[in-house]
């Protein structure tokens, strides 16, 4: 199993930013971009032996795009500065998103990893069932 890439990324759309008074609202949109992974197995083709054939590949999305907001109120003793404001509302918006994101990425993660729990059970309970009903077979057939 590989990945295209190890990380987890998160791209942002360009931030829309309201003033109003003492108060900037940034509104960020974004996606989680998640590396897709290979199932590869070494097979041979046609042509001979292929190294690099790939059985399968697995990615996913989480959801389209997600939006949230950072907001920046200046303090009435201080100057407004609205770059200040923006940056402040900007950076405030983009912590929301990793945060929301992190949520997001280990509740899928444990989801795949429960349904893959879940399959391997069941698997073994078949491979036992048959196993034992082979070995009993086995022996009322040698009697």
Known sequence: MTFDR??????FERPQYQTNDREVKCTLKYRIQVPVMYHSDERWTRNGYNPHYVAGTVQFELGDFHTVTGKAVCNSEDAFDKKTGREI???RAEAK????????VKKYVMSVAEAYT?????FEAKADY??????????EIGK
Do not use: F, G, T
């Open 130 to 139: 048959v196993q034992r009903h082979n070995a009993e077979y086995s022996a």
């Open 6 to 11: 190890n990380d987890i990324k998160l791209s």
């Open 118 to 122: 879940n399959m391997a059970l069941a």
């Open 89 to 91: 509302a900007e950076a």
């Open 97 to 104: 998103a990793y945060k929301h994101a992190e949520k997001l």
